[in-house]
């Protein structure tokens, strides 16, 4: 009795009420988009809404569950959850069933299961446990290796179902390791290989390849903090550059000016391996190896492109970079939502009373949509609202895990922090046109059990974890 009344005593209410507040406006929205005459009735279990009411009294018990656990109970049991949802993973490979082109679901009688969805919160606390434990330095090669393989495992078997949505969601631990003290050149680094993928999916071979060189002689000179070096990088690369081209056309060997200047860098490359051995030139190997894995990662993108994204999701990724036009339909879906978000002006039309929803003019408007239903029937106002609780949710989780004694708490409560992050950021930016629609929810918001629950589960175990803040454990 006694510790369950700590519990509830230490819980941060504040939160609480801030994700009860997003759950019944994601419900009523949700009720919003699939309202009709024929069914009114809040209580019709036939309905989305209905339906969504079981799943909500279901993440409440879940989350009283997540609250009543031991503390100890979320560091001893991570690794064997994590296990158990890679298993999962890979039953549902071929077990699943298949919808819209992925077998990612789970189906007991009319009920989904997503494990995808279960195995975030599993990686979070099984990266939490690791990077905790005694004597691990992120600087370490051992420990980014294995940081690297925690996350790449559930990865590779996500990207089998397929589901890139949820696959990128696993990027977002990027933010967790830099919190955790790894170099800011790494995080930077992703940012410069996401750029370079967009970049070479738009841009000629030749000019995504001096772009990578250009930045490498950036980073150079910044962090040697000087132009010594660099003025002698780049002489070597312009000038064995030319010598391969005079080369080349003395023995009369076909070279693109492409691979002429790959050879070029490469061999720059090795140049600055064997001088910064001899002269201790600082970041001379790391600009290097980051310069010949960003060729590579860039020159692996037509294969990715081609081979791993779905047709549709090619098709979505093209228009977004404005190759392709299809505006009846990969199009159609973010028109028709930037139509009922713009048409819903500074105050909306009210509940409701919007046509695009109304009349269904947006499909999967209750689920990966459901924001533009926000936008219609509350406007402005109610996005920024909604928007504004998010935010505050994310503060206050950053808040939370910045107090705690604990480091596997704290890690876990970042973990939590960027995944809903990352969600946000996706979901609102397809549903207005800024990102690619690859079919992510909007946390408590959007239609399904699978997803509420996880993201109930997410949350609840750092509450659990913040009001245990005191209680000191591995």
């Not at 170099?183 to 940012?191: C, S, W």
């Not at 005079?246 to 200047?261: E, P, R, V």
């Not at 969600?423 to 946390?443: A, Q």
């Amino acid at each position: 009795m006694k510790r369950a009344f700590n519990v509830w005593n230490n819980l941060d209410w504040f939160t609480v009420m801030i994700y009860l507040a997003l759950v019944i406006i994601g419900w009523i929205n949700i009720y919003a988009a699939v309202y009709s005459d024929e069914h009114q009735h809040i209580f019709d279990f036939q309905m989305r809404y209905g339906k969504q009411m079981i799943w909500i009294m279901a993440a409440i018990f879940l989350a009283i569950v997540a609250l009543v656990i031991d503390i100890r109970i979320y560091s001893f049991f991570a690794y064997p959850a994590y296990l158990a949802t890679i298993l999962l993973l890979i039953a549902v490979i071929f077990l699943g069933k298949e919808v819209n082109g992925a077998r990612a679901w789970f189906e007991i009688g009319g009920l989904r299961i997503q494990p995808t969805e279960f195995a975030k919160t599993a990686t979070c606390l099984a990266l939490a446990k690791y990077l905790s434990s005694f004597e691990i330095r992120i600087d370490k090669v051992k420990t980014m290796m294995t940081i690297l393989l925690i996350i790449a495992i559930p990865s590779t078997f996500i990207i089998l179902q397929p589901d890139v949505g949820s696959l990128l969601v696993f990027v977002s631990f990027a933010f967790v390791l830099y919190r955790e003290g790894m170099p800011g050149g790494f995080l930077f680094f992703g940012f410069l290989l996401a750029f370079l993928f967009v970049f070479a999916l738009i841009a000629q071979p030749l000019t995504v390849l001096i772009v990578i060189l250009f930045i490498a002689v950036v980073a150079f000179f910044l962090l040697n903090k000087g132009t010594k070096e660099t003025l002698i990088f780049i002489f070597t690369l312009v000038g064995l550059y030319f010598l391969i081209f005079i080369i080349a056309k003395l023995f009369h060997i076909k070279l693109s000016y492409y691979k002429t200047l790959l050879i070029a860098s490469i061999i720059t490359g090795i140049s600055g391996l064997v001088y910064q051995f001899f002269r201790k030139v600082p970041y001379a190997f790391w600009v290097a190896v980051m310069m010949f894995i960003a060729i590579g990662f860039t020159y692996s993108i037509d294969f990715v492109f081609n081979n791993i994204l779905e047709s549709h999701q090619k098709q979505r990724v093209n228009i977004l970079l404005g190759k392709e036009s299809d505006p009846r339909g990969a199009e159609y879906n973010v028109n028709q939502s930037k139509i009922a978000i713009g048409s819903g002006g500074f105050f909306g039309k009210g509940f409701l009373q919007g046509t695009q929803t109304k009349y269904n003019f947006v499909p999967e408007q209750s689920t990966d949509f459901i924001f533009c239903t926000v936008g219609e029937e509350w406007g402005f106002l109610g996005s920024f609202i909604v928007l504004a609780l998010f935010g505050l949710l994310l503060v206050r989780i950053i808040y939370l895990s910045e107090r705690q004694r604990s480091a596997f708490s704290r890690i876990y409560g970042y973990g939590v922090a960027s995944i809903l992050f990352f969600h946000v950021f996706i979901n609102v930016g397809m549903t207005i046109g800024l990102l690619p629609v690859i079919g992510i929810p909007l946390p408590f918001f959007s239609y399904g059990g699978s997803s509420l629950w996880a993201f109930t589960l997410l949350l609840f175990i750092f509450l659990r974890l913040d009001a245990g803040r005191l209680e000191l454990f591995h």
